[in-house]
């Protein structure tokens, strides 16, 4: 039987640590490392990165925006970066807030969830914002590749709050009712589920029940403001199940695989001792 992802994040996050690094490779990131903005670029970029890190830290999130801008010669950048990162131990979790319903929703989910797929990651990012029942095509996909799915409910981003923080006709915001679904959907499951949330980890005090068995991506550590001393704060009693994500913070440290290495560890030498008595 395939080893549920929930459970291999779990393992991941207590022999590697917590941290998830991005890999965004942005026009001006490009331009820091001394590369031009084309697939070139990309490519070394992308390489070093996963030759710096693939090896360290629990998970990988390659951001599908920034490699499907250059088409499908950017397309095969990724999957050879998806490729060469699960293959040193890195959980790659797609970063590509799919959302959709019906027979294209679950195009979407034989994209990254099919392990015939060229894509096909550990987990990817969805939106649940078509409603929860939306997704149960990349549910249902994940279930049985062993992968997970991260939907968005408390986004770092500050737009995001007019949608989640409206009140659903039970009476509860939306982002709760949403976290519901994902609770129910991680019932019973040991170590941990495979259905996460993505949370930001600047909100303060998120205000809902964050306990739902399963992981919780906190995008916002670095660039954004957020610290890893932020995390108790805003998740509580289920801060141990939080993957704080970082991109800028580490990858401007690049092109120097040395640098890379080096920031990734002080974060997540930062992350252990803000979570050590959790």
């Given amino acids: 039987m395939t080893e549920p992802f929930g459970a291999r994040l779990r393992r991941a996050m207590d022999t590697r640590g917590p941290l998830c690094v991005g890999i965004d ?3 001006s990131l490009l331009q820091a490392w001394g ?22 830290v629990a998970v990988l999130k390659p951001q599908s925006a920034f490699f499907e801008r250059f088409g499908s010669r950017g397309i095969a950048v990724l999957e050879k970066a998806v490729e060469e990162a699960r293959a040193a131990g890195a959980l790659v979790l797609m970063d590509a807030k799919r959302g959709d319903i019906g027979s294209t929703m679950a195009a979407y989910a034989a994209t990254y969830l099919d392990k015939d797929s060229p894509l096909f990651s550990d987990a990817v990012t969805v939106s649940p914002y078509l ?9 249902d996909a994940a279930a049985v590749s062993g992968a997970g799915v991260f939907v968005l409910a408390l986004t770092s981003n500050p737009e995001g709050a007019e949608v989640q923080r409206a009140t659903a006709a039970d009476g509860r915001p939306l982002a709760a009712l949403m976290l519901g679904h994902m609770a129910g959907e991680n019932a019973g499951a040991e ?8 949370v930001g980890a600047t909100l303060g005090d998120a205000g809902v029940d964050l306990d739902i068995n ?22 509580g009693s289920a801060v141990r199940n939080v993957v704080p ?10 092109p120097d695989v ?12 930062e992350v252990r001792s803000a979570l050590a008595d959790y």
């Fill in 35 to 56: 590369l031009a903005d084309d697939v070139a670029g990309l490519e070394r970029f992308t390489r070093t990165t996963v030759e710096a890190l693939a090896d360290r």
């Fill in 191 to 198: 170590p941990l589920g495979s259905v996460g949330a993505v």
């Fill in 131 to 139: 409603g929860f029942g939306s997704l149960r095509p990349a549910l």
């Fill in 258 to 269: 040395g640098a890379l290495r080096d920031s990734a560890d002080r974060f997540a030498d």
């Fill in 245 to 254: 994500s970082v991109s800028r913070g580490v990858l401007r440290h690049g």
């Fill in 214 to 235: 399963g992981p919780l991506l906190a995008p916002g550590i670095g660039a954004q403001g957020a610290t890893p001393a932020d995390l108790p704060g805003v998740f």
């Fill in 25 to 27: 490779p942005h026009a």
